[in-house]
T-cell receptor, first 118, second 117 residues
């Protein structure tokens, strides 16, 4: 149980284009989903938290107009990187929790998406 | 803001031996949760073990156990009978409110564990 999928696993795009990454909880209702970014050989940094049906809460320093997050259903959240640039190249990981606000609940992680912007 | 410190960037252990990974954290919260996640080369984050701060008993999951010292804000992971498949990056993580309305995970920088045959 507690499986989270991400699609695509890898994406290469040209600078200036937008890229959408999907995160799905396959066997539970994800009331809260989280998006992280991980640079090579570094730890995970939380970008934003989204509760189903509400606007996402972004961490300090994360541009909400650049990283659009939608959490319209209890099984799907999307991250859209708008007007991507090479510095946006990174490994993006989502996680999901079935408690509102993620309260004390274990987060289950997707397999990640490697984004390369040329 | 909460901080999580893993002071061992890399460690190695022989197969079948025991190894302990250290983690300390800093917080002013009283109710929080602590986790160890592993990230193998596939980069899939896998939960190893979790501990609720209000529980005094140390969590155990098969070969994995923790030594939770709340007063010292220490949360070490012990891996017994190490196996080659344990080779991975291990992240210690703190979950608390951090002054907001959502519980958030704060990760340490990780310890790269290599199990040698």
């Amino acid at each position: 149980g507690a499986v989270v999928s991400q699609h695509p696993s890898r994406v290469i795009c040209k600078s200036g284009t937008s890229v959408k990454i999907e995160c799905r909880s396959l066997d539970f209702q994800a009331t809260t989903m989280f998006w992280y970014r991980q640079f090579p050989k570094q730890s995970l940094m939380l970008m934003a938290t989204s509760n189903e049906g509400s606007k996402a809460t972004y961490e300090q320093g994360v541009e909400k107009d650049k990283f659009l997050i939608n959490h319209a259903s209890l099984t799907l959240s999307t991250l859209t990187v708008t007007s991507a640039h090479p510095e946006d190249s990174s490994f993006y990981i989502c996680s999901a929790s079935n408690l509102a606000g993620g309260r004390g609940d274990t987060q289950y992680f997707g397999p990640g998406t490697r984004l390369t912007v040329l | 803001a909460q901080t999580v410190t893993q002071s061992q960037p890399e460690m190695s252990v022989q197969e079948a031996e025991t190894v302990t990974l250290s983690c300390t954290y800093d917080t002013s919260e009283n109710n929080y949760y602590l986790f160890w996640y592993k990230q193998p080369p596939s980069r899939q984050m896998i939960l190893v073990i979790r501990q609720e701060a209000y529980k005094q008993q140390n969590a155990t999951e098969n070969r994995f156990s923790v030594n939770f010292q709340k007063a010292a804000k220490s949360f070490s992971l012990k891996i017994s009978d190490s196996q080659l498949g344990d080779t991975a990056m291990y992240f210690c993580a703190f979950m608390g409110l951090s002054g907001g309305s959502n519980y958030k995970l704060t990760f340490g920088k990780g310890t790269l564990l290599t199990v040698n045959p």
